[in-house]
C-alpha cells in the first residue's frame, strides 16, 4: 500500500468511523450538547454572544472568504507573470480546494434536513430527535444544519498541507495546523451557541480532507513532488 493512501486516507477514514460510531451510535452527541447546554444555564447563552456569534461566527466567515480571494488574486497574478509560472498550478489548487470544500458542504446541507441542537426537545427547541441517517417523519420541518456550514470555512484550509508541501515543504505541518486550528475553533464556537453536534464538525473535517487529499491527487499525482520543488525554487531565484 503507497504510503500516501495508508497515511493520508485510510487512517483518517477509520479514525472517522471510530469516532462516528462513539458519536452517534453510543450517544455521544447529545451527551457533549447536553454538558454544555448544562454548563450555560439550561439555555445557549453564547448563541448570541459577542466573541461566539461576532467575531468567531461572522469575522471568521470573512476572514476565511478574504483570504480565499487573496489567494485568487494571487493567482491571477501567477498567470500574468513568467517568474511566477511554477507558483500558477499549486495557487490554482488551493483556490479550487476551498471552494470545492466548502461548496459540497453546503450542498450538503441543502438536502439532508438534520436540525440544530437548538431546535430539539431538551435543548430548548420544539422537534424531536432524528438519527443522521433515519428518515424525516411525514410533515416535518427539513432542518439545514448538517454538515457543518461554518466550520467547512476553517477545515477547508486542510488544503495548505498539500500546497505547502508542495512550494515549502517544511511548512506542510503547519499549514495543516492553521486548517485544523481553524475548523476546531470555529466547530466548538457554533457547539457552544446550540447550532451543531459535535458529529456535524467531524463530517465536515472529512469531507473537507478528503476533497483537499483527492484533488491533489488528480493535479499532481504524475508530477514528483521533488521536481515541483525545485521549480519553485528555481523561479524565486530568477525573480
Same mark, same amino acid.
Given at each position: 500500500m503507497p504510503s500516501w493512501l495508508q497515511w493520508q486516507l485510510v487512517l483518517p477514514l477509520a479514525a472517522f468511523v471510530a469516532a462516528?460510531?462513539?458519536?452517534?451510535?453510543?450517544?455521544?452527541?447529545?451527551?457533549?450538547?447536553?454538558h454544555l447546554y448544562l454548563l450555560e444555564g439550561g439555555h445557549w447563552a453564547l448563541k448570541d454572544n459577542l466573541?461566539?456569534?461576532?467575531?468567531?461566527h461572522q469575522g471568521g466567515k470573512r476572514l476565511s472568504a478574504l483570504a480565499w480571494l487573496c489567494a485568487v %488574486?494571487?493567482?491571477?497574478?501567477?498567470?500574468?507573470?513568467?517568474?511566477?509560472?511554477?507558483?500558477? #498550478?499549486?495557487?490554482?489548487?488551493?483556490?479550487?480546494?476551498?471552494?470545492?470544500?466548502?461548496?459540497?458542504?453546503?450542498?450538503? #446541507?441543502?438536502w439532508t434536513h438534520?436540525?440544530?441542537p437548538?431546535?430539539?426537545?431538551?435543548?430548548?427547541?420544539?422537534? &424531536?430527535?432524528?438519527?443522521?441517517? %433515519?428518515?424525516?417523519?411525514l410533515h416535518a420541518a427539513p432542518g439545514r444544519c448538517?454538515?457543518? &456550514?461554518?466550520?467547512? %470555512? &476553517?477545515?477547508?484550509w486542510l488544503a495548505l498541507f498539500f500546497f505547502l508541501g508542495d512550494v515549502h515543504r517544511q511548512w506542510r505541518w503547519k499549514g495543516l495546523a492553521v486548517g485544523l486550528g481553524a475548523g476546531v475553533v470555529f466547530g466548538i464556537s457554533q457547539q457552544l451557541r446550540g447550532a451543531h453536534f459535535a458529529s456535524h464538525d467531524l463530517w465536515t473535517l472529512m469531507i473537507c480532507w478528503l476533497v483537499a487529499l483527492l484533488l491533489h491527487r488528480a493535479m499532481f499525482a504524475r508530477r514528483p513532488v521533488a521536481h515541483a520543488r525545485r521549480a519553485i525554487i528555481a523561479t524565486d531565484r530568477i525573480a
Open positions: 462516528n460510531f462513539a458519536l452517534l451510535q453510543l450517544g455521544g452527541d447529545r451527551w457533549i450538547a447536553g466573541v461566539t456569534s461576532t467575531l468567531v %488574486a494571487c493567482t491571477a497574478v501567477a498567470w500574468r507573470r513568467p517568474a511566477w509560472r511554477a507558483w500558477r #498550478k499549486p495557487l490554482l489548487y488551493l483556490v479550487l480546494a476551498v471552494l470545492l470544500s466548502t461548496g459540497i458542504v453546503a450542498w450538503m #446541507k441543502s438534520v436540525d440544530c437548538w431546535d430539539l426537545i431538551g435543548f430548548g427547541g420544539t422537534r &424531536g430527535y432524528h438519527d443522521l441517517l %433515519a428518515a424525516l417523519p448538517f454538515p457543518a &456550514g461554518h466550520a467547512s %470555512a &476553517g477545515y477547508a
